[in-house]
């Protein structure tokens, strides 16, 4: 049978396969966070690159029908490189995101918080506005943010300092409409409302993207109907710590976690 891919450069791109399990029950995934070269965001193009690649060669053991790039920084800097090079469809969370944000939008006002490559990259301000013509996009890098969540000895005043540092410039814009543009940043959801204080539509593109790889499946006829428990998880990291992250962050109970090598 063949799975679904979803790659990350850590532990974030979890929020997505947690959308996936929700919505795919029938399918069996195929998970790696390249813990090792976390984050991409602070790395340059030439060596995200090169860490990707590594990623897919590896996954070339494996029969797939799909790849799910749950990465943004990713996504932004070689999406359709990856389409071209993939025999099989190849999903990324920046268009589905933008879409969300498009259709929430009451006053055409829109916020994203990325790792600092994504932001460089103005791919979510580019996408919104060709879904959203005459939106206005701020994009605000927040460079510690994926550090901090893969770190489970984060203190909540450490994020809560660094997210009214990164916010207060999108909140001053008067944006209505908020994007996660990073897999990691629906882990501090919570935080994230609570340093906004106001009324805000918080986008969370993991769920545009679930939605975008049922489509995709259902009309090419490859949508697997039994259910399948079988997943695997694999890292370029510490496996235990990375085991606890997914019994933790994910429904699946006893998951099989295994190393890949850097």
Request: contains cysteine.
């Given at each position: 049978m063949k799975s679904i891919a979803v790659i990350d450069s850590g532990s974030g791109g979890l929020t997505v396969a947690n959308r996936l399990f929700e919505?795919?029950?029938?399918?069996?995934?195929?998970?790696?966070?390249?813990?090792?070269?976390?984050?991409?965001?602070?790395?340059?193009?030439?060596?995200?690159?090169?860490?990707?690649?590594?990623?897919?060669?590896?996954?070339g053991r494996f029969e797939?029908?799909?790849?799910?790039?749950?990465?943004?920084?990713?996504?932004?800097?070689?999406?359709?490189?990856?389409?071209?090079?993939?025999?099989?469809?190849?999903?990324?969370?920046?268009?589905?995101?933008?879409?969300?944000?498009?259709?929430?939008?009451?006053?055409?006002?829109?916020?994203?918080?990325?790792?600092?490559?994504?932001?460089?990259?103005?791919?979510?301000?580019?996408?919104?506005?060709?879904?959203?013509p005459g939106a206005a996009v701020f994009e605000q890098a927040c460079p510690k943010l994926v550090d901090y969540l893969e770190n489970d000895e984060t203190l909540e005043t450490e994020m809560l300092a660094a997210l009214?540092?990164?916010?207060?410039?999108?909140?001053?814009?008067?944006?209505?409409?908020?994007?996660?543009?990073?897999?990691?940043?629906?882990?501090?959801?919570?935080?994230?409302?609570k340093v906004w204080g106001g009324r805000?539509?918080?986008?969370?593109?993991?769920?545009?993207?679930?939605?975008?790889v049922r489509e995709a499946l259902q009309k090419s006829g490859g949508l697997s109907a039994v259910n399948r428990e079988n997943h695997l998880f694999f890292t370029t990291g510490e496996v235990d710590e990375f085991s606890e992250k997914v019994k933790r962050w994910t429904p699946v109970v006893r998951p099989v976690v295994l190393p890949l090598e850097n």
């Open positions: 919505r795919l029950p029938g399918e069996r995934i195929i998970y790696v966070g390249d813990h090792g070269n976390c984050p991409y965001g602070n790395k340059s193009e030439q060596e995200i690159k090169e860490a990707v690649f590594r990623v897919i060669r590896f996954l797939l029908k799909m790849l799910v790039v749950a990465c943004n920084t990713a996504t932004a800097l070689m999406l359709d490189e990856l389409k071209e090079m993939l025999d099989f469809p190849v999903i990324g969370v920046i268009e589905p995101g933008a879409e969300m944000a498009a259709g929430a939008t009451q006053n055409r006002r829109i916020g994203v918080i990325a790792t600092r490559r994504t932001a460089e990259s103005r791919m979510y301000e580019k996408t919104i506005k060709e879904k959203l009214e540092e990164y916010l207060a410039p999108l909140r001053s814009s008067e944006a209505d409409t908020l994007v996660m543009g990073c897999t990691h940043y629906p882990l501090a959801e919570k935080q994230i409302r805000m539509n918080l986008v969370d593109p993991a769920l545009g993207t679930a939605e975008r």
